[in-house]
């Protein structure tokens, strides 16, 4: 369900959200997401606000090395994924039933804990 009404087929910007994959660059690595708009909502897909904020964190504008962060958003986890390549570092990605469902889909390859805390 949408908040704001719009037509799936009315303009270019939204088409990239119906794509299945989402394929970025960020620190020396292609990260592929998958996207579900149809099935999963808004939540599924990598809004541009995500690939903006990953981009500032590679430009260094922040320090990650040493650091350790949870990813608090409410999409795909990009900028999580990101940050945690960019810093070496220790990223909680919480799992969710929805949208995500599986964070290991969205993150393969990659360890990942969900909704454990623990100190390293």
């Excluded at 620190?27 to 999963?40: E, F, S, V």
């Excluded at 900028?79 to 990223?91: S, Y």
Aim: overall charge neutral; glycine content about 10%.
């Amino acid at each position: 369900m949408a908040l704001v009404p719009y037509e799936e087929t009315a303009g270019v910007g939204l088409q990239k959200f119906h794509k299945p994959l989402a394929t970025f660059s960020f620190a020396n690595h292609t990260i592929q997401i998958r996207q579900d708009w149809r099935q999963l909502g808004v939540a599924a897909v990598v809004w541009d606000a995500a690939v903006v904020l990953s981009t500032y964190l590679e430009m260094g504008a922040v320090e990650l090395r040493g650091c350790s962060a949870v990813e608090l958003g409410a999409g795909t986890g990009l900028v999580g994924i990101v940050a945690a390549l960019l810093g070496e570092l220790l990223v909680k990605i919480p799992s969710q039933e929805r949208p995500s469902e599986s964070p290991s889909r969205t993150f393969s390859g990659h360890t990942h804990m969900s909704k454990e805390w623990e100190r390293r």
